[in-house]
């Protein structure tokens, strides 16, 4: 008999982003990097969302498993008081396209971002990258955030982002580092020395020798069982807002990954089915402490309400989506629940829950007249 957490771990085997891929990712968003720096622009890159979090699940859209979508922050080192949001933004577009490697990649300007397409790899899956122009927040800015509650250890990384809206460019403050920050302190709770040794056994041949020692290898490339439970809970909302055709109301990710990991912070180490189960009861009995008076909260911005762009209408495919999550995990038959993994989770795994088991007749070892 499969262990839950096993098969939820095998679920999401194909789906996860490999090492190796999100080693070639870093190297070649460093490599863009320093294209910009030796070409005037001063800038710092960091993986944001998913990247950062290390829950990145393949995107499903239009009932196909597509190419990764991966976010960085370009932070460029002006002082915002001296520079706008057309300069920084316009800058690093004109730049890249300035290139005759990255112009070639450029598939368009985003209201936040320029997207970069990389060539896929040997298991011809390939990625976007989405490149984030932007400034450090200001010292006012910053402390209002610290005044509404938020301690300042996640607060000083707070930026300013370039927004690009009835084209014109704009600043949006946005904070993706003092979130990641927040989530790993959350989300190292969750993954244990045991889990570590048994990851490092896991790796590729391939993956381990780009390393002199294992130990060596970065703590990012290890998964706790939250953010396993954070790419299963994703994966899931996907394949349900993609199947009832409202892919385009769902749930952000960022406000997924807030609730579970605020419903688990105080409880740890859970396993993942049990950090699943935690995350649905609390939403269920409206305790997630970011839930407070119809609003969900941005744990690095507690002036941010994440849910306020979502309807009443859209408030209700969410609880059908949670009590559908819900029947899945809380199914007492391994096989139902294996089949409702195929289902809804990965069609490639777990194909032996559909095959019947054969009527075999028994040969009996003795005639009828005898």
């Not at 976010?71 to 300069?87: A, Q, R, Y």
């Not at 070639?104 to 990258?129: M, P, Q, R, V």
């Not at 309400?305 to 009443?312: G, H, M, T």
């Not at 199914?331 to 795994?349: A, G, H, P, T, Y």
Request: charged letters at 30%; hydrophobic letters at 35%.
């Amino acid at each position: 008999m499969m262990k839950r957490d096993e098969a939820l771990q095998k679920s999401l085997e194909n789906l996860d982003i490999s090492p190796t891929m999100e080693k070639n990712a870093r190297d070649k968003y460093e490599a863009l990097s320093t294209y910009l720096n030796n070409n005037g622009i001063n800038s710092d890159f960091y993986p944001q969302g998913s990247f950062l979090l290390g829950t990145v699940i393949r995107p499903h859209r239009d009932g196909e498993d597509k190419e990764y979508d991966l976010d960085v922050l370009c932070l460029i080192k002006k002082d915002k008081m001296v520079t706008t949001p057309t300069i920084v933004k316009t800058d690093v577009g004109t730049c890249i396209k300035n290139s005759d490697q990255y112009s070639k990649k450029l598939l368009k300007e985003d209201d936040h971002c320029w997207t970069l397409e990389y060539a896929k790899d040997s298991s011809n899956i390939g990625f976007t990258l989405d490149v984030v122009p932007c400034v450090d927040e200001g010292v006012s800015e910053k402390a209002e955030i610290m005044l509404s509650g938020v301690v300042a250890e996640y607060v000083f990384q707070t930026v300013s982002i370039t927004n690009k809206l009835n084209g014109r460019y704009k600043w949006l403050t946005s904070n993706p580092l003092g979130f990641g920050r927040w989530f790993s302190d959350i989300s190292d709770k969750h993954l244990t020395p045991d889990m570590i040794s048994d990851q490092k056994g896991k790796f590729s041949t391939e993956f381990r020798q780009i390393y002199a020692k294992t130990e060596e290898i970065p703590h990012y490339f290890y998964k706790s069982n939250l953010q396993r439970a954070v790419q299963f809970i994703k994966r899931h909302r996907d394949i349900f807002f993609e199947r009832i055709k409202k892919s385009e109301n769902k749930p952000s990710s960022i406000l997924i990954t807030a609730l579970v990991a605020d419903a688990v912070k105080d409880i740890y180490p859970l396993s993942i089915e049990d950090i699943i189960k935690t995350f649905i009861n609390k939403f269920n009995t409206n305790t997630i402490s970011l839930m407070r008076d119809g609003e969900i909260l941005n744990p690095v911005d507690l002036r941010e309400d994440l849910a306020c762009r979502i309807s009443e209408a859209d408030k209700n495919e969410i609880n059908k989506w949670i009590s559908s999550l819900s029947a899945l995990i809380n199914s007492k038959d391994d096989l139902e629940f294996r089949k409702s993994i195929r289902n809804n989770i990965n069609s490639s795994v777990f194909e032996d829950a559909f095959i019947s088991p054969k009527n075999i007749v028994p040969v009996k070892p003795w005639s009828e007249e005898e």
